[in-house]
């Protein structure tokens, strides 16, 4: 099998040597040729990747459906609403096989969580500064309102995985703020609630932990067990085998983009 992969980040170079140690080749396509995509899907691929600035998702992965290949797609999903009607029309009209990359979903410490709890508090927060060494924060996307940036959509893995445990959402409502220079023009910290149909989840999400943390403390026997999320790249891995198994068998994956448009619409709203 064949993968081309849209950007050639740290997201797209560690899901090229993934999908070459399970056996599928790659071709990474940086910004640098990124005027010559179209030539260079004409070569044929089995699978797309879409691994670029958040503002750029739904444009490429038109491209990709254009060209009907099988799409997986880097969350958020988008950013803004331009182009997804007509993404999703595409899709559909080709049947293709999607799915946006919400690694959490394959963590042991997601799948304990018992989708029948009353109530769940989850946490993320990392000072921005340090999220990717060697370089200018504020020059990232996550800083950028432009590039499609904010904690918001950003650390949208928690609000994924809620949605993934609990089911359907009757109810969102959130706080953004910005409360420091850690970015340009985008939100810093969010707090807020998801109701379900039988489970309440607050959470908050914010660029400025001095330490890494990432936990959630479920209501289990009238008590709230903190659970700490140990992630490594086997999450990435399973994530992979489950999409190259699904394009195999042309069946469709969980978290396509109709699913992950349900949560967009909720959170954008």
């Known amino acids: 099998m064949k993968a081309i992969i849209i950007g050639g980040g740290s997201i797209g170079q560690r899901h090229s040597l993934n999908l070459n140690n399970l056996g599928v080749s790659t071709r990474i396509v940086d910004i640098d040729e990124i005027n010559n995509i179209d030539n260079i899907l004409k070569d044929g691929f089995d699978m797309g990747f879409v691994c670029t600035p958040n503002i750029n998702h739904i444009e490429q992965c038109i491209k990709l459906a254009h060209h009907n290949i099988p799409i997986f797609c880097e969350k958020p999903f ?7 009607d007509e993404l999703l029309s595409i899709v559909n ?19 304990w969580i018992n989708p029948t709890s009353k109530y769940i508090n989850v946490y993320f ?56 220079n850690i970015t340009n023009d985008v939100e810093d910290i969010v707090t807020g609630r998801i109701e379900f149909n039988d489970t309440i989840a607050d ?12 936990y959630y403390d479920v209501l289990d026997n009238g008590v709230l067990k903190r659970t700490n999320l140990q992630l490594d790249n086997q999450m990435y891995i399973e994530e992979i085998k489950y999409f190259i198994n699904h394009v195999k068998s042309n069946t469709p994956c969980m978290n396509n983009f109709e699913e992950a448009n349900i949560l967009l619409n909720h959170i954008l709203q």
């Open 78 to 84: 988008y950013t803004t609403i331009k182009g997804v």
């Open 125 to 180: 927060g990392y000072d921005l500064k340090k999220w990717r060494p060697g370089t200018n924060h504020l020059k990232s996307y996550s800083a950028n309102k432009h590039l499609g940036g904010g904690i918001l959509l950003d650390a949208i893995h928690e609000l994924d995985y809620l949605y993934f445990k609990f089911g359907n959402i009757k109810n969102i409502s959130y706080i953004k703020n910005k409360l420091t």
């Open 93 to 111: 009209s080709k049947q293709l096989i999607t799915m946006v990359g919400c690694n959490l979903r394959f963590t042991p410490e997601i799948k």
């Open 203 to 214: 959470f908050t999400l914010n660029y400025l932990s001095e330490e890494y943390q990432r």
